[in-house]
């Protein structure tokens, strides 16, 4: 099944967001084609598409917020999950943010900042 696009991701995001406030930023991740230890990264998750999220707490409902993705884009799984500050291992796509993002206070002084490209 072919993945959505960017765009439609952010739309979905847009419809999303505003019933999910504890989310205060919304990052896309783009699937990997890069093989690892014999295995395509993304088959373990059969093609989902990412996206990941970052919250003031822990009161978010991931597979809640990755059903609603889902209903909204109608092509293929979703997974949600928190994001990983400075130990992202990837480069992360910023869709929609509510004030400033959590990760970006969690930069020491000097540092390049977090992975994340937004």
Same mark, same amino acid.
């Given at each position: 099944? &072919?993945?959505?696009? %960017?765009? @439609?991701? /952010? ?8 019933? =999910?406030? $504890? ?5 896309? +991740?783009?699937?990997? &084609?890069? !093989? *690892?230890?014999?295995? *395509?990264?993304?088959? $373990?998750?059969? @093609?989902? /598409? ?5 919250? @003031?707490?822990?009161?978010? @409902?991931?597979?809640? %917020? ?6 909204? *884009?109608?092509?293929? &799984?979703?997974?949600?999950? !928190? =994001?990983?500050?400075?130990? $992202? $291992? &990837?480069?992360?796509?910023? /869709? ?7 990760? /970006? +206070? ?13």
């Amino acid at each position: 099944m &072919r993945q959505p696009s %960017i765009l @439609d991701v /952010l739309r979905a995001v847009r419809e999303v967001g505003p019933t =999910h406030p $504890e989310v205060r930023a919304w990052w896309y +991740a783009p699937g990997q &084609r890069v !093989r *690892l230890q014999g295995v *395509l990264a993304g088959e $373990e998750a059969r @093609d989902a /598409l990412e996206v990941v999220i970052e919250t @003031d707490g822990d009161g978010a @409902d991931l597979p809640r %917020i990755a059903g609603d993705l889902a209903d909204r *884009l109608r092509r293929g &799984r979703v997974a949600v999950r !928190r =994001h990983r500050g400075n130990a $992202e $291992e &990837r480069q992360l796509y910023r /869709l929609l943010s509510r004030g400033k993002p959590v990760t /970006l +206070a969690e930069s020491a002084p000097g540092d390049a900042g977090p992975r994340g490209g937004g």
